[in-house]
């Protein structure tokens, strides 16, 4: 039997929240999405703060699906501070953004983004690079260990 797969979708834009669930629903990978809509939450779900306080923070979700432009705390700001906690440091995240700004895709790699994917506006382009997303990510992508140190015994 595999492992139950979870992801973390952190979008703001309701039609693209609904376009990547239908997707992933029709891949068959994934055993649950949790999709928070703003910067803030997706820390508090992942530091089991706030309204995820309840949370089992021990469980980290295998991708984060990180927008950029996000009320609040933005996606660059998020992937700062995701980066910055030995918990979430190796935790996979692709930037799944519409931006085109250079900058945008140079600021997310030197924070350590894994990957930046430009959102197609196509549906059935959006449909096909979200299962391929998926296919990557959550069966083909061998994961580091969440929240050790380098060189650390499991």
Not at 31 to 48: P, W
Not at 120 to 141: H, R, T
């Given at each position: 039997m595999t492992r139950s797969r979870l992801i973390l979708l952190v979008e703001d834009n309701p039609n693209d929240v609904v376009l990547t669930l239908r997707a992933f629903e029709k891949s068959r990978f994934v055993s649950e999405i949790v999709v928070v809509q703003?910067?803030?939450?997706?820390?508090?779900?992942?530091?089991?703060?706030?309204s995820h306080a309840e949370r089992d923070a021990t469980i980290m979700p295998d991708v984060v699906f990180l927008d950029l432009k996000l009320p609040g705390v933005d996606g660059i700001e998020t992937l700062r501070r995701l980066r910055a906690?030995?918990?979430?440091?190796?935790?996979?995240?692709?930037?799944?953004?519409?931006?085109?700004?250079?900058?945008?895709?140079?600021?997310?790699?030197d924070l350590g983004a894994n990957s930046f994917v430009r959102k197609p506006v196509d549906f059935d382009q959006?449909?096909?690079?979200?299962?391929?997303?998926?296919?990557?990510?959550?069966?083909?992508?061998?994961?580091?260990?969440?929240?050790?140190?380098?060189?650390?015994?499991s």
């Amino acid at each position: 039997m595999t492992r139950s797969r979870l992801i973390l979708l952190v979008e703001d834009n309701p039609n693209d929240v609904v376009l990547t669930l239908r997707a992933f629903e029709k891949s068959r990978f994934v055993s649950e999405i949790v999709v928070v809509q703003d910067g803030e939450e997706a820390l508090d779900y992942l530091f089991a703060a706030g309204s995820h306080a309840e949370r089992d923070a021990t469980i980290m979700p295998d991708v984060v699906f990180l927008d950029l432009k996000l009320p609040g705390v933005d996606g660059i700001e998020t992937l700062r501070r995701l980066r910055a906690d030995p918990r979430t440091r190796r935790l996979p995240v692709v930037i799944l953004s519409s931006s085109k700004e250079e900058a945008d895709l140079i600021s997310t790699y030197d924070l350590g983004a894994n990957s930046f994917v430009r959102k197609p506006v196509d549906f059935d382009q959006f449909m096909s690079a979200a299962q391929q997303l998926g296919l990557y990510w959550l069966v083909l992508n061998e994961a580091p260990p969440m929240g050790q140190a380098a060189g650390a015994d499991s």
